[in-house]
């Protein structure tokens, strides 16, 4: 054994201590090493361990020598062993990090892996078992976390996929009977259930008028007999505390001495659970889907205990309240395409009607012309009112007769009232459905005038009819759409007021995506406004300007940034980037990027160091998207450059008006696994110009990059100015246009 002479060591021996802590290495190493040693014969009973095995298992080497290894696993561990360990021991002769739980003295469980070699006698017969075990406590504990967060990632897309299959079938379901073998067929389906049935309410029963009745509108697997003794048992209730959300109704001993019928009835079926899924639109009770959960011979292997059933996990009851609701709003709509088919001249205005929703460009004109369409082919008169920040306002009146709309006009003045009033429209807000008036007189005239103008105003429109339908998205109450007849044209019917609620639904959605698109222009102005620089500092001996442009389509916002910041020693930090994407994520992204680079800048690194500790930082920072960047210090007294690039198109400096690439030779884009940066150094002459930009001004749909890199080195040529503003303003002119696929990020800086 090799070991280090001390004699040229000064001094006081150093060696004394530590020749005998060597001289007793090789037992002390055996004996409390951080794992566990022991040799087993090939039976399993052990010949020899450690000391710190021993003090995992809590026991005395003596009680442990000559006890089987097997003896200390679990259950599992023990099968395992007989089955799997020893044969493969017996074919390769050794194995590696065998998963298995030892059982201490307490009989508690200490998670291991194991390592074992098979050692052999002259006549290659096994002799000795070596083996060494690993405390894996914390690894378990971390493999269950991952397998669970698999399983609960599994239960998630198989939920999402669920609904997306849901929704996507009954998009294409023409009928009511479609509606219903969608949800049970696809219900059944996800969870597994023995059958599912969808239950309508169909007017009132005949014995008790007051209650409404049921009617089985698809059903599959379920017993004939068990629906009707759901129903008996319900009383009709099933109906009346639909708003009591998803229940679940168990087969125990309370069902079997409460309602002893129906318990019967499902444990014919070897039904364990009915889950009782409330049915609605827009506030309206439409029926229950009642899906019916138990054992059953497609269940091969089962972890239940039988005669027991595992909850419903509450992510699955939130599935089923979706499809519930999606089975309502699907039944309705089926409804009406039902009921449309027969009225050709209804479905063709309401086609109309979408049609010319989907032309408008802003709301205000699509308002406008779905008033226009109403009193066209629907009603003699249409009034909308919106939510907005101020309030109801009132953007579409208009009348059947143009003779009329002055008067109608006048109605522009009176607003919805907030205080409580007979105005249907007013009562279709607040109870969050259709108000129907089917005769309008006098007194009703009175009960919802404002004043004695507009009472007098009412009695000129000689109306005979209202409905006033509340625009509702997603429980959200947007506004109302009231629409009325005069006295030439009769009252509204059935047909008419559906028509009138499909077509409030229309606007609904145009009103409600208008808003959403608003809130995220405005949301996106002002995220942009607090994350970009302010104006680039006075500098002396430089001239600087830039332009930021972010793209047209999507969000008016994006993720390329740029930034000038004054170093310690008179020197000037530049920047320029790319987040992946121009989306309020990337803007984000941005925001947080520059913060890091200005942070980084603290104790004055190089702009290779920059991106090297960008590139090595990023899994910590927890950015959620790629970029790239181009950081750079300029001297403005000497000129001195330097610059490295983390993935970005290279700058391009302007001397005696011709333009050329800087020769930086780019590391891989940040987010990327990492590779060293390279930093290019040179000198900027008096009178250059230093133009940083990011790939939006380069790029276009219908000609290579390389065409927009000679594109921009020709307009910088031709820019004819040195003065960095105007040169960013000529760039952008020549490059791009009024509709921009990518953000555009322009930093230009002139050394005087």
Not at 83 to 111: N, Y
Not at 168 to 197: K, M, P
Not at 722 to 733: A, I, K, N, T
Request: a negative charge; charged letters at 25%; proline letters at 7%.
């Amino acid at each position: 054994m090799a070991e280090l002479d001390p004699t040229g060591i000064p001094g006081p021996d150093p060696w004394g201590p530590l020749d005998r802590m060597l001289e007793d290495d090789p037992a002390d190493l055996y004996e409390n090493a951080p794992m566990g040693y022991l040799s087993m014969l090939p039976d399993g009973r052990i010949v020899k361990i450690n000391g710190t095995f021993c003090s995992w298992l809590g026991r005395s080497a003596d009680s442990v020598l000559g006890t089987r290894f097997q003896e200390l696993l679990s259950t599992g561990g023990r099968v395992y062993y007989e089955t799997h360990l020893t044969p493969l021991m017996r074919m390769q002769g050794a194995v590696r990090e065998i998963a298995l739980d030892l059982v201490r003295a307490d009989g508690s469980l200490l998670s291991c892996l194991a390592n074992a070699v098979l050692l052999r006698d002259d006549e290659g017969a096994p002799a000795l078992v070596r083996a060494t075990v690993f405390e894996a406590t914390a690894r378990r504990r971390y493999e269950r976390e991952l397998l669970a967060a698999q399983r609960a990632a599994e239960e998630s897309e198989r939920r999402s996929v669920t609904l997306q299959m849901v929704v996507s079938d009954l998009a294409a379901a023409t009928s009511v009977a479609d509606v219903g073998a969608v949800i049970v067929e696809r219900t059944a389906a996800a969870f597994h259930a023995r059958g599912a049935a969808l239950v309508l309410v169909e007017g009132a029963q005949p014995t008790t008028p007051d209650l409404p009745g049921l009617r089985t509108l698809w059903s599959q697997g379920l017993a004939p007999d068990l629906l009707p003794e759901l129903r008996d048992a319900a009383g009709s209730r099933l109906a009346v505390e639909l708003e009591r959300g998803v229940r679940s109704i168990v087969l125990d001993d309370e069902l079997r001495a409460g309602q002893p019928a129906l318990a019967a009835a499902m444990a014919a079926s070897a039904l364990l659970e009915l889950v009782i899924v409330p049915v609605s639109a827009n506030g309206r009770r439409l029926g229950v889907l009642v899906v019916a959960l138990g054992e059953g011979p497609g269940d091969l292997i089962s972890l239940d205990e039988p005669g027991e059933r595992t909850p419903l996990h509450p992510a699955d009851v939130n599935l089923l309240w979706t499809i519930g609701r999606q089975a309502g709003q699907a039944l309705e709509r089926a409804r009406l395409h039902e009921q449309t088919t027969r009225q050709a001249e209804r479905a063709a205005f309401l086609l109309e009607a979408a049609r010319r929703l989907a032309e408008a460009a802003d709301l205000t004109r699509n308002v406008e012309r779905l008033a226009g369409l109403v009193v066209k082919g629907l009603a003699d008169l249409c009034v909308v009112d919106l939510e907005t920040e101020e309030g109801l306002v009132r953007p579409a009146v208009r009348h059947r007769d143009p003779g009329r709309q002055h008067l109608v006009e006048r109605l522009r003045l009176h607003h919805l009232p907030r205080r409580a009033t007979e105005h249907p429209s007013v009562r279709a807000l607040r109870a969050g459905r259709t108000q129907w008036i089917r005769s309008v007189d006098d007194e009703f005239l009175r009960s919802v005038a404002f004043d004695e103008g507009h009472l007098e105003l009412l009695r000129e429109l000689d109306l005979v009819a209202v409905v006033a339908v509340p625009l509702t998205v997603e429980g959200r109450q947007l506004g109302v759409l009231t629409f009325a007849n005069c006295r030439e044209r009769g009252p509204l019917t059935e047909a008419d007021v559906e028509v009138a609620e499909q077509l409030a639904l229309q606007l609904a959605l145009v009103v409600a995506k208008a808003q959403r698109f608003d809130l995220a222009v405005r949301t996106s102005h002002a995220l942009q406004g607090n994350l970009l620089p302010p104006a680039p500092p006075a500098v002396e001996g430089l001239a600087t300007a830039v332009r930021y442009l972010p793209a047209t389509r999507g969000v008016d916002v994006g993720g390329d940034f740029y930034d000038v910041v004054p170093l310690p020693g008179d020197e000037v930090g530049l920047a320029v980037g790319d987040v992946v994407g121009h989306d309020i994520t990337a803007a984000a992204t941005m925001g947080q990027l520059r913060s890091v680079y200005r942070a980084l800048l603290a104790d004055g690194p190089g702009p290779g160091a920059v991106v090297d500790r960008l590139q090595t930082g990023w899994p910590l920072l927890g950015l959620q998207r790629m970029a790239t960047a181009l950081f750079a210090s300029l001297d403005p007294a000497s000129g001195r450059l330097r610059i490295a690039s983390a993935g970005h198109p290279p700058p391009v400096l302007v001397v005696d008006g011709r333009a050329d690439f800087l020769p930086v030779r780019p590391s891989r884009m940040l987010g990327a696994p990492p590779s060293a940066a390279t930093e290019w150094l040179g000198v900027m002459p008096p009178g250059a110009t230093l133009v940083l930009f990011t790939d939006g001004l380069v790029e276009s749909h219908s000609a290579d990059i390389d065409e927009g890199f000679d594109r921009l080195l020709a307009a910088a040529s031709s820019a004819g100015t040195s003065e960095p503003g105007e040169l960013c303003d000529h760039l952008l002119r020549e490059l791009t246009g009024p509709h921009r696929a990518d953000d555009i990020a322009l930093l230009a800086l002139t050394r005087c």
